[in-house]
């Protein structure tokens, strides 16, 4: 049984359901009485026994908890008065043995439970079933009885606060507003408000040509353009039936493995200065700028690229750049440590993620998250390996492993730092952890694609006609982007522009888990928390 | 100086002049400290960073960067919310600021019969660190004044920070104390002449880890760096300066700094020698009193070099610690402090108290001979362990043959913090 707030379905309320059959009950034995006992007795104790429901529901309708504490007040009294003529009857032989049995049982529950339910009002809603974070007596229910001794500590509470983090605060990633409903330093309830970013790219989506679309594709996750392009050019293709050569597919690697790599270093780095450590995020944009130097080189735009396009890509890559991606990634490599050093193994770190924003696999997989924060719950699930066939086939004989805690332990491919023994699966250094060993698997996907690209004959895959008909039918194709699975939808009607255009953002599904775990939480680990997901608001408001 | 003065003043004339200019002299040294420490911030920040932080104000370096801050900061409005309690909110950053500022008038620059200090209070320790932990109540003011949910968190951390870290803090200070068998700044510094062997942090094992506990409280307890809760700009957008604008927030500034400041003086003065070099260079130069008074003049002021290089090393090495770590959770914080640190200056203090009951007259870990200036409160030491007798404090006598005269007329006037401030500004003298 939930309790609290403004809520309008008051007939759910166990004092609300006694109350009801406290009245019901007086009715039919009043109805009994002779005309005189009717006429005195019966009318005022009918009138007060019904007063006691109709006070309740009252309050409840009114939306304010002070109003709603005023009118259960005025309940209670009410039963109290019914008490009286109750009293008067049994005294004047009105009332029978059985009649007598039959009332007192009701009014003995709910004479205690109404005190305990006016003691809740305003008090945050806890729901005892999907909430497993015990943060002691506030996780109250309607059986909390008068003599039960935690009520003494309800006596004492301090009041309930209500602040707005966001949309304009430094770690709500953008324009996220959560509503955090705080006693103290304790959030007992987080509402995520979304669509400050929104730009309907869907509907403009139904007004352009699918290349025309990739650059408001870029604009979704615009920290990973890259990937963006390629999810809806791989959907694009699936249902034009093409698939791109040899040459482009390794090409596609090659770029949406670097497109990881830096947002995953901007994922990092944020999370830093969301507990409060400046400057790895520096450290991360360091190398950030030398991938975007890279694919300045290849597409002359540093954010949104619109690279990847329909049939393959807008360009082959340029003379020159895969030693200088080469080179990059040698000088990268090692730096990772340097990472890990400031953040992972940083024991003021792991004090402030393990153990925090704890998902269990099954959470993880209802709420539908994806990407690094599912894989972050043990659930071994990568669309790079378990996807769909035009999908996996970019990755046909690349030798990768999911990242993933499996058998109790991740990947050994490389030397990485061992997991803190306070770090429980599906907590926030989890998630973070399995960002920072991707961005090692990528780094050995990048190599394994610059060989393969250098072999291979053939055309890089030339971008489409811009006014291409497309074929009658529907496509639906999810890729693996750096924050999970991006979806793209589209509907033709035989024309060159979709009918219908639609994403479905992996980060969406990602913010849905921060009510459930951010419930009982301390204020401080909200960002610990929000960032741990990694949302970029571009791609959940599109 | 008042005395010197009062020569050619009438006495009342002369107090209020030698007030101003030691007042002056302290408000230009925390000013211009902040300002130097903000660019430092932001130099040190920068190259942590691999960047090169400020570059062209002033010529090279950026060195004037502060200053184009501070005149920007002075042309922007002083915003006071609609709903704030406007008289508090534009108090509290003045009570912080003087706070830190008042913190100084006790702390010696330099020692000897004629230390450099704007008044000499013979409860130098205790002085400082009461003054220190006023600065608080700005914070707290600040953020209950400014009618914003965020300050008012900052408020509440700031709180129930202040109650977890001054208690270790004090702990810490009292090791040194007891070493030194005074309260008193200047002779806790002057115990700690010649060698680098003799200062406090090398004394014992004890001492030495001590010495990392009270640096880390002195952290807290400025608010910096993985405790800087109170603005902690992740969490509460900035904390209990939130609301605040323009100048009145740069108070708050100078006023971290000059605590910044002020922390680690006193860890430079308790631990780390004070004035005293790691070398007796001014004994080996001849630059002491008996020498006549420029050359006694030219020590004094390489000891003010001495000991402000010292605390400026003791900022930077925080400065570091900021750029570097992650920022604790409330609770952890108060974790750190109450059950960490705590318990352990207690249990260090104790052992310093064991090993210099079992091995008094000794200093660098026991190795080396205990210098003339500490050897008289050893021997209160082991006279107490001998007879146990009830003879008067020793600390008393030494007080006596090492503290100046002006010093003396001080101690008779038995101060309390309170009382402190009031001479100080009535009564000031120090110098020559």
Not at chain 1, 305 to 326: F, H, I, M, N
Not at chain 1, 462 to 471: D, H, M, N, Q, S
Not at chain 2, 140 to 166: C, D, H, N, P, T
Not at chain 2, 332 to 353: E, H, S
Request: hydrophobic share 45%; aromatic share 10%.
């Amino acid at each position: 049984m939930v309790i609290g707030v403004a809520r309008t379905d008051f007939e759910k309320l166990e004092v609300y359901q006694l109350a009801e059959r406290l009245a019901d009950l007086t009715w039919r034995i009043a109805l009994h009485w002779d005309q005189m006992a009717k006429a005195t007795l019966g009318g005022q104790l009918i009138r007060a026994a019904d007063s006691v429901g109709a006070n309740i529901a009252e309050g409840c309708g009114r939306g304010s908890y002070g109003d709603n504490r005023r009118f259960a007040k005025i309940a209670r009294g009410s039963l109290y008065e019914t008490k009286h003529w109750l009293r008067r009857a049994y005294s004047r032989d009105l009332l029978d043995a059985g009649q007598i049995e039959q009332l007192r049982s009701i009014i003995d529950e709910l004479a205690p439970r109404l005190n305990a339910y006016i003691r809740s009002i305003g008090r945050a809603a806890c729901n005892p079933k999907t909430d497993t974070t015990d943060y002691g007596p506030r996780t109250t229910h309607m059986s909390t009885l008068v003599d039960d001794p935690r009520v003494i500590e309800f006596d004492v509470r301090t009041d309930e606060m209500l602040v707005n983090m966001g949309p304009q605060h430094p770690s709500t990633h953008g324009v996220l507003r959560l509503v955090l409903r705080t006693d103290g330093e304790v959030v007992s309830e987080v509402t995520p408000h979304l669509g400050y970013l929104h730009r309907c790219a869907e509907k403009i989506g139904e007004n352009l040509t699918p290349r025309q679309w990739i650059p408001y594709t870029d604009r979704m996750d615009y920290l990973a353009g890259m990937n963006m392009n390629l999810g809806w050019s791989l959907t694009v293709e699936k249902l034009l039936k093409y698939e791109p050569p040899e040459k482009g597919r390794h090409l596609r690697v090659i770029i949406a493995e670097m497109g990881r790599i830096a947002s995953h270093l901007v994922g990092m780095g944020a999370y830093g200065l969301d507990l409060g450590s400046f400057s790895p995020f520096l450290y991360a944009f360091r190398e950030r700028e030398k991938i975007l130097d890279l694919f300045e080189e290849v597409c002359g735009a540093r954010l949104t690229y619109s690279y990847l396009t329909v049939g393959g890509a807008t360009a082959d890559l340029p003379r020159g750049w895969l030693q200088k991606c080469e080179a990059f990634l040698e000088q990268f490599e090692p730096i990772i440590a340097e990472y890990h050093a400031l953040l992972t193994t940083n024991s003021i770190f792991i004090k402030r993620t393990a153990g925090i924003g704890v998902m269990s696999p099954e959470m993880a997989i209802n709420f539908g998250t994806s990407g690094p924060v599912l894989r972050g719950s043990g659930v071994d699930h990568d669309l790079r390996r378990d996807g769909e066939e035009i999908y996996t086939a970019m990755y046909d004989g690349y030798a990768f492993e999911v990242i993933v805690e499996k058998d109790g332990h991740y990947p050994k491919d490389h030397k990485y730092p061992a997991v803190p023994h306070e770090a429980v699966l599906g907590d926030c250094w989890h998630r973070f952890y399995v960002r920072m060993l991707e961005v090692v698997q990528s780094i050995d996907l990048v190599r394994q694609a610059i060989d393969r690209y250098s072999t291979a004959e053939g055309g890089y895959g030339e971008p489409r006609k811009l006014t291409e008909k497309l074929p009658k039918g529907e496509a639906y194709l999810e890729t693996e982007s750096p924050r999970g699975q991006m979806g793209f939808y589209l509907v033709s009607d035989g024309s060159s522009i979709p009918w219908r255009a639609r994403a479905r953002s992996s980060s969406f599904c990602n913010l849905s888990v921060t009510s459930d775990l951010c419930r009982g939480c301390l204020i401080a680990d909200i960002p610990a928390i929000v960032g741990s997901l990694d949302i970029v608001m571009g791609e959940i408001d599109r | 100086m008042a005395e010197f003065l009062a020569n050619y003043l009438p006495a009342w004339l002369a107090y209020m002049v030698a007030g101003a200019i030691h007042v002056g002299l302290i408000i230009n040294l925390v000013a211009v400290g902040a300002l130097v420490f903000i660019w430092l911030e932001r130099k040190i920040s920068g190259r942590i960073q691999d960047r090169l932080g400020p570059t062209r104000v002033g010529g090279k370096f950026g060195w004037l960067q502060t200053l184009a801050d501070g005149l920007k900061l002075l042309t922007k409005e002083d915003l006071v919310p609609g709903g704030a309690d406007k008289m508090l909110f534009r108090i509290a950053p003045y009570v912080s600021f003087c706070a830190s500022i008042a913190a100084f008038l006790a702390i010696p620059f330099a020692g000897g019969d004629y230390p450099f200090i704007v008044q000499h209070v013979n409860t130098g320790v205790f002085f400082v660190l009461a003054v220190l932990g006023l600065e608080v109540f700005g914070v707290i003011l600040a953020g209950y004044a400014s009618a914003s949910k965020w300050s008012l968190f900052g408020a509440m951390r700031e709180a129930a920070q202040v109650v977890s870290y001054e208690v270790p803090l004090g702990l810490c200070a009292v090791v040194p104390v007891m070493l030194a068998g005074s309260l008193d700044l200047v002779v806790i510094g002057d115990v700690q002449q010649g060698w680098f062997t003799n200062w406090l942090i090398f004394h014992d094992p004890a001492t030495f880890l001590i010495f990392w506990v009270y640096f880390t409280c002195a952290t807290a307890s400025v608010n910096r760096a993985p405790f800087d809760l109170a603005e902690a700009e992740s969490e509460l957008v900035a904390g209990f300066h939130t609301e605040y604008s323009g100048l009145r927030w740069s108070f708050f500034f100078m006023a971290e700094y000059g605590s910044m400041f002020s922390v680690s003086l006193l860890a430079s003065i308790l631990f780390l020698g004070g004035w005293n070099g790691p070398l007796p260079i001014t004994e080996w130069l001849g630059l002491t009193a008996a020498n006549g008074d420029i050359a006694w003049y030219i020590g004094q002021v390489l000891g003010v070099i001495n000991v402000i290089g010292k605390a400026v090393a003791g900022v930077c090495v925080m400065m570091w610690i900021r750029w570097t770590l992650p920022r604790l959770r409330i609770d952890q914080v108060m974790a750190t402090c109450l059950k960490y640190c705590t318990p352990l200056a207690a249990a260090f203090f104790l052992g310093a108290v064991a090993w210099q009951w079992s091995l008094p007259g000794r200093t660098f870990f026991g190795l080396l001979e205990s210098p003339a200036e500490l050897q008289s409160v050893s021997e209160g030491w082991s006279d107490a362990t001998a007879a146990a007798t009830d003879e008067d404090e020793p600390e008393a006598s030494e007080d006596q043959t090492v503290s100046s005269e002006p010093s003396r007329k001080v101690a008779a006037a038995k101060l309390t913090g309170a009382a402190a401030l009031q001479i100080a500004s009535t009564n000031l003298q120090g110098g020559k």
